[in-house]
């Protein structure tokens, strides 16, 4: 479908404005990254769903992010589009190797996540150990990072070092 250059335009623009959408309360009331009270954790997972950071070259890696709400009232988090969770992989330089997002696309529609006092929710992804180049990470010492994907403030886990055997 063809789309006409002002609307297209548009679009655009309005998707760039909502990259910048903040967190809100439960009665859509804006906070900022100081006032929202969230933690997370990102653990790595074996095949057998045992937390560890060493894994053998080509063995699936399993991201498990957990963010709880720590506020005693219910928190609603609105992201700019159907994107609700990221995770990463980092060289020791910091150079990203390769991302869940990567290729994939997300509807550019305001997605809202509601978190009930205490709530965790766990958001998940097996990784294959390929980057975004699309060729096998190699035997090393890595970052792995999970965080929900929002521009004024973060909500991220702590990198968790992952170390890929030969």
Same mark, same amino acid.
């Given at each position: ?15 760039? $404005? ?14 900022? =990254?100081?006032?929202?009270? &969230? ?13 560890? @950071?060493?894994?053998?070259? =080509?063995?699936?890696? /399993?991201?498990?992010?957990?963010? /709880?709400?720590? $506020?005693?009232?219910?928190?609603? #988090?609105? &992201? ?8 990463? #992989? ?10 869940? @997002? ?5 509807? /550019?529609?305001? /997605? @809202? ?9 766990? &958001? ?6 390929? =980057? ?5 990470? =190699? ?17 991220? @886990? ?9």
């Amino acid at each position: 479908m063809d789309m006409h250059p002002t609307r297209l335009a548009l679009t655009l623009l309005i998707g760039m $404005l909502l990259s910048f959408a903040p967190a809100c309360d439960v009665n859509n009331r804006p906070t900022s =990254g100081l006032d929202v009270k &969230f933690s997370a954790s990102l653990v790595l997972r074996d095949g057998a769903g045992n937390a560890t @950071a060493e894994f053998d070259a =080509g063995e699936p890696v /399993t991201f498990e992010l957990t963010v /709880t709400n720590l $506020l005693s009232e219910q928190q609603r #988090i609105v &992201f700019p589009d159907s994107q609700t969770f990221e995770f990463e #992989i980092r060289d020791p330089s910091g150079q990203k190797l390769w991302n869940w @997002a990567h290729g994939q696309a997300f509807l /550019t529609v305001l /997605t @809202a996540v509601e978190f009930a006092p205490g709530e965790s929710k766990r &958001f998940t992804h097996t990784w294959d150990q390929t =980057g975004n180049d699309g060729r096998a990470v =190699g035997p090393g010492d890595y970052d792995a990072r999970g965080f929900l994907p929002i521009q004024l403030f973060g909500v991220r @886990a702590r990198p968790v070092g992952l170390k890929i055997a030969s």
